[in-house]
């Protein structure tokens, strides 16, 4: 009896080839993808590091205001954002249309706010003198770091935005499923883990002394 129920679950595993893996297609690619863009990042970080213990002139520009004050309100918006994602997700499962979206549009704010703060803190440096490949405090390869690295990021946010206003327009229209707002959650969740590794190494280990 437990073989032919072992069976049972098993052809109903692979018999049509729907969710191979007992995961939904489109959630099985969000896991590639992440796993392929983690992959990315990890090469993007370890490139900073190497050039930052490389470069005994490696600069600490980062005054703890309103650099640090700034980087840690950008920080605050993302981790806000992962709960609203979650609160979205939760809606979205238990068939609240109109409570998903209005979680998913407070996720897109949060991400929103991120980049236009981040974005001030780019013009902030250019004004400086900062460029991609010199700067006014040393090491000329900090700009073309700081900037390939967090503009990485900060592209990531852009296009999660605009990705969770599809699924928002699409789920508040029943044109989308619940597994839709999940696998976007995947994506944005993905986003501000990285986050939570740029902070540190490229913001706090890089404050300002008097």
């Known amino acids: 009896m437990a073989e032919a129920h072992t069976q049972a679950v098993a052809g109903s595993r692979w018999g049509g080839g729907a969710a191979p893996y007992a995961i939904g297609s489109k959630k099985l690619g969000m896991w590639l993808?992440?796993?392929?863009?983690?992959?990315?990042?990890?090469?993007?970080?370890?490139?900073?590091?190497?050039?930052?213990?490389?470069?005994?002139?490696?600069?600490?520009?980062?005054?703890?205001?309103?650099?640090?004050?700034?980087?840690?309100?950008?920080?605050?918006?993302?981790?806000?954002?992962?709960?609203?994602?979650?609160?979205?997700?939760s809606a979205a499962?238990?068939?609240n249309h109109r409570r998903a979206v209005q979680w998913l549009l407070a996720t897109m704010a949060g991400?929103?706010?991120?980049?236009?703060l981040h974005l001030r803190e780019w013009l902030h440096l250019i004004h400086e003198g900062v460029r991609p490949f010199s700067n006014p405090w040393g090491a000329p390869l900090f700009g073309g770091t700081f900037f390939g690295l967090t503009g990485m990021?900060?592209?990531?946010?852009?296009?999660?935005?605009?990705?969770?206003?599809?699924?928002?327009?699409g789920f508040g229209r029943k044109r989308f499923s619940s597994e839709d707002v999940e696998v976007s959650g995947l994506y944005w969740h993905f986003v501000d883990l990285v986050w939570m590794f740029l902070f540190p190494l490229v913001y706090l280990l890089s404050i300002k002394t008097p």
Request: aromatic share 16%; hydrophobic share 60%.
């Open 33 to 89: 993808f992440i796993i392929s863009d983690a992959l990315t990042f990890s090469v993007l970080i370890l490139a900073y590091s190497y050039v930052r213990v490389a470069s005994p002139d490696w600069p600490a520009p980062f005054p703890f205001y309103p650099a640090i004050v700034y980087a840690s309100v950008m920080t605050f918006f993302l981790l806000s954002s992962s709960v609203t994602m979650v609160m979205a997700v």
């Open 93 to 95: 499962h238990r068939g």
């Open 111 to 116: 991400g929103a706010g991120f980049v236009l």
């Open 153 to 169: 990021h900060m592209l990531h946010v852009t296009v999660g935005v605009i990705y969770l206003g599809v699924i928002a327009w």
